[in-house]
Each structure stands twice: as C-alpha cells, then as structure tokens.
C-alpha cells in the first residue's frame, strides 16, 4: 500500500551485488506471501529486470531469483503463465546447468511451480529443455537437490501420457528406481510419486516402470515408519494393477497382496485409500485374482475400513472393493458374505448421513446379484429397503427350490412369514419371486 514494490524496482538494478540479491529476496517474500502481492510484482514490471542478467550474476543472486519466481508462479496458472511469457524459462535452464547445488535446487523448485498448474504449462517447461537437465539433477550427490527434481519431474509427468513419456524418454525411470530404497523419507516419498505419475497413464508406461524391477523393493515401503512413503508406495503398486490382469497378476506374485493387505491394517485415514483401492482392482479383473485377494485374508480389513473410517470417501473405497471380490461367482460372494460385511453395509445404506457416492457402492448389489450364502441373507430380510430386499428375495427364489435344509431353516427362522408380508406389484419381478419361494412350500405352510 506504500508503494514499495515500485520503490524496490531501481535497486534490482543497483550496482552493489548485495543490494541486487537483497532486493530480489525482499519482493520474494511479498510474492510469497499472498496473490494479490505476487500480481503487483509482475504488474510493476519487474520480472523482466530480475532475469535480464541473470547468467552474469554470482549464485546467491541466482538463487534468490529462482525463489522470486517460484514464489510468484506457485499462486495461479496466470502468474505462472506471466513468467512464462517474460522469458525466464530459458534463464532457469541456464541456471539448472549452474555448478551450484543450490542454484540448481532453486531453479528446479521454480520450474516444479510451474509444471504442476497444467498440460500447456508443463509442455513450456519441457519445451524449454529441463527434462535432461532434471533427470541429471537427480544424480547429483545432495539429498535436497534429489528431492526438488524428483518432485518436479513427478509434476511434468502427472497431466498426459504424453508429458510422462517424455521423462521416460530422458531416462528418468531407471535413476527413480534405484532410489526406492534411499534412507531418506522425503526423498523416497517423491520417488515414489513421480513413479505413479509415470505409470499411471498406460500399460506401456506401467510396464516400463515394473521393466525397472522396482518390486518386490517397493514393498518395503509399504512397512516404512514415513506415512507419505507407504500411501506413495501404495498409490505406485494401484496405479500398476489397475490397468491390466497380467500386471495385477504381477503385483500377486510377487507378494504385492499381501503386503497391502498388512498395510492397510497398521494405518488409518487416507493413507489406507490407495491400498483399499488397489485391492479392488486387482479383485476386479478375473475370479482367480479375485481368489488371491480373499486367501490372502483382504476381506477382514476392508469390513475394518468400512466400520472404523470417518470420511465417507474412504468407506465408500472399501465398499467398492468388497463389491470388486464378491462379483465373480457364488463362491466369491459367499467369502464377502461370512465376514458378516451385509449387514454393515446395509446400514450404511440407509443412514441419511452417508453421501450419495457411499450409498451407491454400499447397495450389495454386485455380491448379492451372486451370493447363495442364504444365513448370511436372511438378517437382511428383516430391514432392507424395497430395492435391496427385491435382489435379497431373487437369491432365495433361486435357492430354495433346490434345497430342503435351506427350505426348513427359512420357515424356523420366520423368513417365509416375513416374505408373506412384502407387497409386491402383481405381474412384477418381485411377486414372481415370491411366488418361486410359495410353490416350494405346501399351500397350509404358506397359509
């Protein structure tokens, strides 16, 4: 409100280095602070003083600089297009081949800030040249140099199959790889992300990234002390199974199942989600995979989930999941069925609280379309709504007619007596069910 902006402009331009870097550093931190200041430094007319001699300047000018930028590009897609437009891509570059570490991590911070706002903005740092040079930034000796470029080329990678395999193609994937099992959490934590944002895309690129035989090493991160490293390396393992049933079969083989398995059971909150969903992919893709899952005990964590979890998000992941295993077959159903899941399930159905997305993957519908299991069904004879109760009617229309215990236990427990209360539209699929389930029975019983 003073004016200061205006008044530090002519001292970027100061014949005293300290007084140059000094001034940068200043409008970095009011950049930094909010948009508003960030926009004023780009109306002001500073950027293109601030980099017009850059190459000339010593290392702590530089990396004041790239702070400046990165400041001012981190608050929206247009600031982040204004530094952009002024040139300073290429004088980041220049900076990314400097000798210093620190200039370098600067100028990767900058470019991430940028990178990580969309595909046309990720596609000027590319354009630019920083891939090779980032891919470098990852060899180099110093921890936090490592981290800031994992993290940016994690940020290229993320928008289009196209921006991935760029990165792949500076061979990105091999160094990543190699550093799964660094001491280091926040570094593995990046490492692992830009390996999701890789592999996420297409089988290809899921399929170079599994080539750089990442597992079963990634599994150790799966029992890491780091929060971030075990969602990231859950979120690497989901981002492969999920595309096809040979990469999902990989995943099995070599042990990924069960140490997701363990992994969602020693965490809480969203750093279980990737692993919840991972299983309902890998469920998802045929009955053996599904099979793996259930002998692998990934039933009793999900129903874990379903109870102990707050966040409807979550709930609803391990709803999908237990819908993923229970689909296939009778026998699949069955497993989802004795882990006594129906009955929570319902209730979460028709709790008024649960989000229309939680109602949607709690409906049973994918395992009762298949369960047979019938005293895993009766309870919910007894409080599911019309639309659930029509599914739970057609299993034991299916049933009872081949089997005399299942026949008798439905009298004793009062199942056929609740059924004769249900009003069913005449001529609907309902009413034929129930008229399935009357002709197993003499016309006295019915009565």
Known sequence: ???????????????????????????????????????????????????????????????????????????????????VQCGALEMLVVCLEDFDPGVKEGASWAFGYIARHNPELSQAVVDAGAVPLLVLCIQEPEIALKRIAASTLSDISKHSPELAQTVVDAGAIAHLAQMILNPDAKLKRQVLSALSQIAKHSVDLAELVVEAEIFPVVLTCLKDSDEYVKKNGATLIREIAKHTPELSQLVVNSGGVAAVIDCIGSCRGTVRLPGIMTLGYVAAHSENLSMAVIVSKGIPPLCVCLIEEHEDHIKAAAAWALGQIGRHTAEHARHVAVANVLPTLLDIYVDTRSSEDLKMKATLKNILQKCTY?????????????????????????????????????????????????????????????????????EEIVR
Do not use: W
């Not at 950049?31 to 010593?58: F, H, S, T």
């Not at 229309?397 to 081949?402: A, G, M």
């Open 1 to 83: 409100n003073s004016g200061a902006v205006c008044l530090l402009k002519p001292l970027l331009l100061d014949v005293v280095p300290s007084i140059r870097q000094t001034t940068a550093l200043a409008l970095g931190r009011l950049a930094d602070y909010d948009m508003d200041l960030a926009e004023a430094v780009v109306k002001a007319g500073i950027l293109p003083q601030l980099i017009c001699a850059l190459p000339e300047e010593n290392r702590y000018y530089k990396k004041t600089a790239a702070f400046v930028l990165r400041a001012i590009a981190k608050h929206s897609p247009q600031l982040a297009q204004a530094i």
């Open 374 to 442: 019938l005293p895993a069904l009766e309870p919910l004879l007894h409080e599911a709504p019309p639309n659930i109760m029509k599914h739970v009617i057609g299993q034991f229309s299916k049933v009872l007619p081949h089997d005399s215990k299942a026949r008798r236990l439905f009298v004793t427990t009062g199942g056929l007596k609740k059924v004769q209360e249900i009003k069913a539209e005449p001529g609907s699929l309902l009413q034929e069910y129930i008229t399935a389930i009357n002709n197993c029975y003499p």
